[in-house]
């Protein structure tokens, strides 16, 4: 027992490199891979309800409007109150529906959305398995989920549903090949380090060759001093440009969301879904734009690393990003204690007020716990990976509040003739830019023999 | 080189998992339960894959197979009515003909099997497990290295196979040519 | 040799050390899963289906053995790089993706012309 206690307390050791997933011991690394597994699923949850609350509120003062602002200080227990809500209403089934596929087809789109994360690099360490194909099973484990909609809008029974899902899982499929050759090019960039000359120089120790697993994507990022999306200027821009449509109509969202727009086909291939089950799609829904989000963060923007890492290097700018968790954290404190203080004086209003006051103490806790050295050391990559893909997040929320919809043959027109050319080009002349020298070397040769 | 303690465990799981899965699928009368199960026979196999230390072929499998083609499948079944398929007769008439054949060539298989061995094991040698670190590079190295790969020409091949597909299946599917 | 009661004695040894024998067993039982659907069956979709079975069983084989070959020496042709088992085995994922589109494209064109998905309607030619 003792002996366990101290296999598990060994992957706390500072110097410990790998992630549970390929620590040595197998009791310490089915316990760390356990809570690993519990912390990233659980943050993901609040991460969705956060979400919902964010969505609705940015896009409310985009529109020049408050947004929920009743149901606690505001709004901040509405996604509660709507999860409550769908909780509790009524297990409708269609008539003639395929009961069997109708109950399956939720459960494939939140599996592959969630089981996506077992991937996703938080930091060096603090991923739960790093797998050797880490990108190409993200990718794959993103494509099962045009099954479950396929499944969703067959088993409905009915037109609206059938058509939603058609056009839902014809998008997909499109934009997943445009999404695959913008990873592609950043693929042949981990390539480029090292003593061997790219693919022709396959070295012990992954020395001079490629990798497809999550974290080294970003060692190599970090080895090259850049972050891919600066890489080989514009080339590594127009990767992160044809990734960051792709990924917004892989999710189905605004502007490419005419599949399952309100206004056009009454909710798609979702339709005769209600209560839990449509939460089920939903949250699968959430889970996947911070999933390809995370994709995008990790291919072109760096990842885990703080920004600037070789131009603003040395222990003083180290200090002073390091600081910077902690203050964002304050910061939200602050506006909580701000709007508490703007809160109006009616009795009606006290608990109210004391919970937005309960909350901004929270807050400022959490920013105070970050400025210990020890924690800000562990925690300080999780920070920059979250604060980025919360970047990403407040995007999408900004197109849906921004464009309009695109029409369906506009959108499958920008996925095959726009986005897929861009991307092979992009292939070719990313591999051409990789290869100047030995290419150069080449044409050199051609020219002389003539 | 000691295979990890659960291999059977998983092994069985897994196996029974694929057996079951074509089983279903010979038979289901609505074929979009037949699809559901071929989804998990091929899942199935993807984590047979992995625990052959194959995980880049685990991977092509679960995006091509399990995302790509199966969902082909769906679409097609979707867009075929498939009400008055159901209420036909699901076997043809020389259904005992064909599963006494297909059953002689399975016992075809196992006599091979004990004519050629005879007894001894299969891999007298043994297993030697390389880990899985590597084995998108090694791979590609068969792939695609100048001095020790040998699928170049398979693999050029292979796109051509694919373009010639993709212009068949659009002009096989054209109401108008 | 642990001895089960009523099955006389099994050999668990054998039954918990998986070897290539028993990926051979499962991929000839898929092998014969899929033809028996391809032989039987009346629906194409699901004759179709069988024969990715198929397909996939004698993946199964290639990369199993793929795996054991690594272990044999060099001069025979194994080794660590020896994955030529896997290379086979993606081309063959690939083959089946291109049969699986223009498999999908007849099976359209015919239903178009015949309103039915019957495998013993397609008898134009028949004298």
């Keep these: 027992m003792g002996q366990i206690l101290q296999y598990i307390q060994s992957y706390l050791d500072k110097d410990v490199k790998v992630t549970p997933g390929a620590f040595g011991n197998i009791y310490a690394s089915l316990f760390w891979a356990t809570v690993y597994i519990l912390v990233v699923f659980g943050g993901l949850s609040v991460a969705v309800i956060a979400m919902n609350w964010l969505e609705r509120k940015i896009l409310a003062h985009m529109q020049v409007r408050l947004g929920p602002m009743r149901v606690g200080p505001h709004g901040l227990l509405q996604p509660i109150a709507d999860a409550i ?226 131009l603003l290097s040395g222990s003083t700018w180290d200090h002073v990003f390091s600081v910077i968790p902690g203050l964002t954290f304050l910061f939200f404190a602050a506006i909580c204690f701000f709007n508490t203080a703007r809160m109006p004086k009616h009795p009606l209003f006290k608990v109210q007020t004391m919970g937005l006051a309960g909350f901004g103490a929270v807050l400022g806790l959490i920013g105070l716990v970050m400025f210990v050295p020890a924690v800000s050391l562990r925690v300080g990559d999780i920070f920059w990976f979250s604060a980025k893909v919360a970047g990403f997040m407040y995007l999408y929320i900004w197109y849906r509040g921004t464009f309009p919809r695109y029409r369906f043959d506009q959108l499958m027109k920008v996925g095959w003739k726009i986005l897929l050319p861009m991307g092979l080009a992009l292939l070719i002349l990313t591999a051409a830019m990789g290869m100047r020298t030995e290419l150069w070397a080449q044409i050199q040769e051609v020219w002389h023999g003539l | 080189m000691n295979p990890p303690v659960a291999t059977p465990f998983f092994f069985y799981l897994l196996a029974g998992t694929m057996i079951i899965g074509g089983i279903l699928v010979i038979t289901r009368k609505n074929a979009v339960h037949s699809a559901l199960a071929l989804i998990t026979t091929l899942l199935a196999q993807a984590a047979l894959y992995l625990m052959l230390y194959a995980p880049f072929v685990a991977g092509v499998q679960i995006i091509l197979y399990a995302g790509g083609i199966m969902v082909l499948f769906l679409f097609v079944i979707m867009l075929i009515s498939i009400e008055r398929s159901m209420k036909e007769r699901q076997f043809n008439k020389q259904w005992l003909v064909g599963g006494a054949a297909a059953l002689a060539l399975g016992g075809l298989f196992i006599s091979v099997y004990l004519t050629t061995t005879k007894g001894k094991a299969l891999f007298p040698e043994g297993s030697v497990t390389y880990g899985e670190t590597e084995n998108t590079q090694k791979i590609a190295a068969l792939l695609f290295d100048r001095g020790a790969g040998q699928y170049m020409f398979a693999f050029e091949i292979a796109s051509l196979l694919l373009l010639v597909a993709i212009i068949g299946a659009v002009v096989m599917a054209k109401k108008r040519i | 040799m642990t001895s089960v009661r009523g099955l006389g004695e099994i050999d668990m040894d054998s039954l918990l050390n998986i070897t290539p024998l028993h990926y051979v067993v499962l991929g000839a039982a898929l092998f014969v899963l899929g033809v028996i659907g391809v032989l039987t069956r009346r629906n194409v979709v699901i004759v179709l289906m069988s024969i990715e079975l198929i397909l996939n069983a004698v993946n199964l084989n290639l990369v199993a053995f793929s795996r054991y070959w690594q272990g044999m020496p060099a001069r025979m042709g194994g080794g660590p790089g020896a994955l030529h088992g896997q290379v086979f085995a993606i081309f063959v994922i690939t083959d089946a993706a291109a049969e699986a589109a223009v498999g999908l494209g007849i099976l359209i064109a015919f239903f178009r012309n015949k309103e039915t998905v019957n495998v013993d309607e397609v008898n134009l030619l028949k004298w």
């Design chain 1, 85 to 310: 809500k769908l909780l509790l209403k009524e297990d409708i089934i269609p008539a003639e529906a395929d009961a069997f596929v109708f109950w399956i087809a939720p459960f494939i789109v939140v599996l592959a959305a969630f089981t996506v994360f077992v991937v996703v690099p938080f930091g060096p360490t603090h991923a739960i398995t790093d797998m050797n194909i880490g990108i190409l099973f993200m990718l794959g484990v993103s494509s099962l989920s045009v099954l479950g909609v396929v499944m969703a809008g067959w088993a409905s029974n009915s037109h609206y549903p059938l058509i939603g899902a058609l056009r839902s899982s014809a998008q997909m499929v499109s934009y997943e090949v445009a999404m695959g050759l913008a990873v592609l090019s950043v693929i042949l960039l981990t390539s480029l380090q090292g003593p061997g000359l790219g693919l022709y120089g396959i070295g012990a120790g992954g020395q001079g060759s490629g990798t497809l697993s999550m974290i080294g994507i970003v060692q190599a990022q970090q080895e090259q001093g850049v972050w891919f999306i600066f890489k080989f200027f514009p080339l590594g821009l127009v990767g992160f440009f044809i990734f960051a449509i792709a990924m917004v109509a892989e999710t189905n969202r605004a502007p490419f969301d005419l599949p399952e727009a309100e206004s056009e086909l009454t909710a798609g291939f979702h339709t005769e879904y209600s209560g839990f089950r449509w939460s089920l799609f939903f949250l699968a829904e959430y889970s996947a734009m911070i999933a390809v989000s995370s994709i995008a963060v990790t291919l072109w923007l760096g990842g885990w690393l703080r920004p600037f890492p070789n």
